[in-house]
Structure formats: structure tokens, C-alpha cells
């Protein structure tokens, strides 16, 4: 571990490191994976509607192991019955947080009137954070950005953080770049705005009884003990999806977990897992499988192993057993024994 970021890490206050929710990928599969590899840090569901919980199937979009804990339910709404009753319900299904997305910019967000284009409206978002945080008693936190459109300033953060305070909210993950509600899609939304730590930096300084969480090209170990200095967590989003083994990097590096299984031994308990889940929900393979391909990221046997996960589980008639055989095929292009 570099000494640096070891004199850092290891502090009395357990920082607060989560893996971002990104729609349809932190589905309860993904998010088992990412436990195996990561006992400690908080992870977040996919965006999920108040629609989809109040007159859907609550088992399947709800449903999660307990192995996930600490696992966090992110909402998508702006009617503050609809959100309290939805916050209700997630609550009941035993999630430890329940997250409000403001900060989604794309279109078929907005058309829902919810997401980042909720930031021009504070005091409706107010309402919506002092009608959930009225109904349950886990934590009610915000995911929001910078700013919006031509509006990315401090006073415009201060006003939105300010406001959901007043209501009741007391941790704040902030995406460290301003939406583009139009012309820009969700993955140009991602890298087009510049990148505005310091505006993060300046709200915890106004408001240092607030815990502020920051999101945005958080990619490394050093980049989480950076952020560190100034505020109280980091957000990995789609590196942790992509390298998921940056994970095991920032659990032994900030948790001082030890013991943790390798790479086979988190294969062996996912397939294990594919096996009981086609049982339990008829899960095909390939849903679980779809998280798993970036796990020998930088390895030499990475491409081998997508390209099997990328055809075996799809295959008629694949089963949990086809992920063995993809670790067998990495292993011996690797030149390594299972």
C-alpha cells in the first residue's frame, strides 16, 4: 500500500465509499458481485421509479440479498405522497438508506419531471426530502450535481443544499459536474462539463455538519484518499463496474479488511450464486454473467474472458456451469492452474 494514502486511510472515522447506482447495471446481481469483492463499501440499486414500486412487481424491483448490506435504494420522483410512500416500502424491505436522484439529465428522466432537473426546483425537492424523512426512519439523502444548464455557481449549490437541509437532509452525494438538460446525452453529460471539485469542497466548508459525498471521475485509490482530505466520502461509478477489482484495492486500502478471496474463489461463489438464483427466480446466466466481465480488467487472460462470458452464458440451453468453463479457459491462457 503506498504509505501515503495508508497514513490517510487509516483514520478514526470510517470514510464513507459507496459504488454509484447506474441504471441497468447495480441490479441485485451486480451488486452481489460487488460484495464478494468489497465487504464494506455501500452499495446503491439502480434508479427506480416510485411508478414502477407503487404499481409494480415490489418483489422484483425491490427484492435483494442480505449479503448486500449496507445497500442503498435510490428513487426517481417528484411527488412527495408518492416518494413518502415509496421510501415506506423500501424501508420495509430492509434498506439501510434511501437515496433521492436529482441528478439524471436524461430525456426520458425529465419527461417524468424528476432527476437532475429537479435542482431548479428546491422547494419542491424540500418536500419531497421532509415527506420521506417524515415516514421512515433510515436515512433520507440527496444525489445531485453542480448545477444545471448556464447555472453552475456556488450560490446555486448553497441555495438547493441549503433548502434540503432545512428539510431534514443531512448527506448530500454531489456529481462534481453540472447537467446539460438539452443537447447533450446521458454518456456526453458524463465527460462534457468540466469537472468542479472545488464547488463540492466550498458546501462542505459552509456546512461542515453535513455529510458530502463526491461523485465524478473517481477512479483510484489515490483519488478516493485525495478527496478524503477535505470531505467525508467518494462515489465510484462506472470504473467500479468496468475494474470492479479497483474494489478489493480500496477495501483493504480504507477498511483494513484482510482474507478477502481472490479472483477464482469470487468466481466459484458466483457461480455457486447463478445456480440458486435460476432455481429461486429463474435467472438466466447471462443476466448475472453481464456484471462479471471486467473482473481480470489488466489482466492477461481479460479478453479470453470476456469473449467466453460474451458467448457461453448465451448459448441454448447455458446454465451456471458455463462459467466455470470461461474460468478454465482464462486460466489456461494465463498459463495458470484453476
Known amino acids: 500500500m503506498n504509505s501515503l494514502i495508508s497514513d490517510r486511510a487509516m483514520t478514526d472515522k470510517t470514510p464513507q465509499i459507496s459504488v454509484a447506482p447506474m441504471m441497468d447495471w447495480t441490479d441485485r446481481h451486480c451488486r452481489h458481485f460487488h460484495r464478494l469483492i468489497a465487504p464494506s463499501v455501500r452499495l446503491y440499486t439502480e434508479m427506480i421509479t416510485t411508478g414502477a414500486i407503487l404499481n409494480g412487481d415490489k418483489d422484483r424491483f425491490l427484492g435483494f440479498d442480505p449479503s448486500e448490506h449496507p445497500v442503498a435504494l435510490q428513487l426517481g420522483g417528484s411527488d412527495p405522497a408518492d416518494l413518502a410512500e415509496s421510501a415506506k416500502i423500501g424501508a420495509a424491505f430492509g434498506y439501510d438508506e434511501i437515496n433521492l436522484n436529482c441528478g439524471c439529465p436524461s430525456e426520458r428522466v425529465q419527461k417524468g419531471s424528476f432527476g437532475a432537473c429537479l435542482m431548479a426546483e428546491p422547494p419542491l425537492v424540500g418536500k419531497c426530502v421532509e415527506a420521506m424523512a417524515g415516514a421512515i426512519s433510515v436515512p433520507v439523502t440527496v444525489k445531485c450535481r453542480i448545477g444545471i444548464d448556464d447555472v453552475d455557481d456556488g450560490p446555486f449549490l448553497d441555495r438547493f443544499v441549503k433548502t434540503l437541509a432545512d428539510s431534514g437532509c443531512r448527506t448530500f452525494i454531489i456529481h462534481a459536474r453540472k447537467a446539460i438538460l438539452q443537447g447533450l446525452s446521458p454518456k456526453e453529460n458524463r465527460k462534457v462539463p468540466p469537472i468542479r471539485y472545488d464547488l463540492v469542497n466550498d458546501i462542505k466548508a459552509r456546512y461542515p455538519h453535513l455529510t458530502i459525498i463526491v461523485n465524478g471521475e473517481v477512479k483510484t485509490?489515490?483519488?478516493?484518499?485525495?478527496?478524503?482530505?477535505?470531505?467525508?466520502?467518494?462515489?465510484?461509478?462506472?470504473?467500479?463496474?468496468?475494474?470492479?477489482?479497483?474494489?478489493?484495492?480500496?477495501?483493504?486500502?480504507?477498511?483494513?479488511?484482510?482474507?478477502?478471496?481472490?479472483?477464482?474463489?469470487?468466481i466459484e461463489t458466483m457461480t455457486e450464486y447463478a445456480a440458486r438464483m435460476a432455481k429461486e427466480l429463474d435467472t438466466p446466466v447471462k443476466s448475472i454473467t453481464r456484471h462479471m466481465t471486467g473482473l481480470f480488467s489488466g489482466q492477461r487472460g481479460a479478453k479470453r474472458w470476456r469473449q467466453a462470458l460474451s458467448t457461453l452464458p448465451h448459448e441454448d440451453g447455458a446454465d451456471a456451469s458455463c462459467i466455470t468453463a470461461a474460468l478454465q479457459e482464462t486460466l489456461e491462457n494465463m498459463g495458470r492452474a484453476a
Not at 478489493?248 to 481472490?262: H, M, S, V, Y
Request: aromatic letters at 8%.
Open 221 to 266: 485509490c489515490e483519488d478516493v484518499c485525495s478527496h478524503l482530505e477535505t470531505l467525508d466520502g467518494a462515489m465510484i461509478g462506472r470504473e467500479a463496474y468496468q475494474n470492479p477489482w479497483i474494489l478489493r484495492e480500496i477495501e483493504e486500502t480504507f477498511f483494513g479488511t484482510q482474507n478477502l478471496p481472490n479472483e477464482i474463489e469470487v
